[in-house]
């Protein structure tokens, strides 16, 4: 895979903030992603969040699996700590190292099927934990990088680009995160920067575990057998010496709509997706009122967006286990190891 970086130059006159650093600073690498994919859309806002939230880069580190989403941390905050971990383990390298340094700004980027799927139990025991860290879904549904199958977000009554049927229910991840007892929780469309942002930046300043569900259209598997502008159509009408994928540029998928409003929002493929902003006096401290609504509105086929349920005495995994005010990776040796006579006494207490 070919990275490529971004120009150097710049303009002198680019707004900086309290720290001195433009939006420019909190970039990365050019993406590789399709064009108009929402992922990048997320990363620009995640770059606007710090920006705006004047955060040191170096004290933050972002974390990810494995998908099209979890190659997002390459494309912001290129400054930053990074960790691009296994397939679905996201979750047990955020607790690892938040348990060795409290002080840096946790960021955890999956998709779906990182989340979902094979890493749904690392996800559920790290809402359990606590951990106090900003954990984004950047949510399509779809398999992207093995060509377009079900995930398991994937709505019931949606069919594939061939037209094939999903025979199983979805999960919604919000409604699983607050039962799992997530103390920020929210969901946004990648389309929609001015409610993303500051989700985001609210998720970053949470002490606990902060999950946000973004909804974030995936762009190239819009095609279908019957047409004849298909990939399958015109491999089986052309003599090629070999097979391509050619991914046509396609616009990015956009949404501005007021608090209380529902929207639908027309997908590449010609299907609508139907969206709801919860009102500004919608209470997001009562939990059993955020299920409802999530299952009311799911079952009128509309995706509810905002800051959905939020813990304000939350405490996270330090709190919990009552660890040292200091970073483990700050501790000295002497007392990391007191001695023999200190570890007979701790384990005089275990007998």
Do not use: W
Request: aromatic share 8%; with cysteine.
């Amino acid at each position: 895979m070919t990275y490529m970086k971004k120009p150097s130059v710049r303009h002198p006159d680019l707004p900086k903030n309290e720290l001195g650093l433009t939006r420019r600073d909190y970039e990365g690498l050019v993406s590789t992603l399709c064009a108009g994919c929402g992922h990048d859309s997320i990363s620009a806002a995640i770059i606007e969040a710090c920006f705006e939230l004047d955060l040191p880069a170096h004290r933050l580190a972002k974390l990810s699996g494995i998908g099209c989403s979890s190659k997002t941390p390459t494309y912001f905050l290129n400054r930053s700590h990074g960790f691009n971990s296994v397939h679905g383990r996201m979750p047990s390298i955020a607790t690892g190292a938040n348990l060795a340094n409290r002080d840096l700004i946790y960021l955890g980027v999956s998709g779906d099927g990182d989340t979902a799927s094979i890493g749904l139990g690392q996800f559920c025991h790290a809402v359990r934990r606590r951990i106090n860290m900003v954990y984004i879904v950047e949510n399509n549904g779809t398999y992207g990088l093995t060509k377009g199958q079900f995930s398991a977000t994937n709505d019931k009554v949606s069919q594939s680009k061939k037209g094939e049927a999903n025979l199983f229910e979805a999960f919604d991840l919000c409604t699983l995160a607050i039962q799992l007892g997530a103390g920020f929780v929210g969901r946004g469309f990648s389309g929609d920067k001015g409610q993303l942002v500051p989700l985001i930046k609210a998720a970053l300043r949470y002490n606990g575990f902060a999950f946000l569900d973004i909804i974030s259209p995936c762009v190239t598997f819009n095609d279908h057998e019957a047409s004849t502008k298909s990939y399958g159509y015109v491999r089986a009408h052309n003599e090629a010496m070999d097979r391509l994928d050619f991914v046509p540029k396609l616009q990015e998928i956009t949404a501005q709509y007021e608090e209380g409003e529902t929207t639908s929002v027309p997908m590449h493929d010609g299907s609508m997706m139907r969206l709801h902003k919860l009102d500004k006096d919608y209470d997001p401290r009562d939990a059993d009122n955020a299920l409802a609504i999530l299952r009311k509105r799911y079952e009128r086929g509309q995706v509810v967006t905002g800051l959905l349920y939020v813990d304000d005495d939350e405490a996270d995994l330090h709190e919990l286990l009552n660890t040292t005010k200091e970073p483990m990776n700050a501790v000295p040796m002497s007392e990391l190891c007191p001695g023999s006579g200190e570890l007979e006494k701790i384990n005089k207490d275990f007998r």
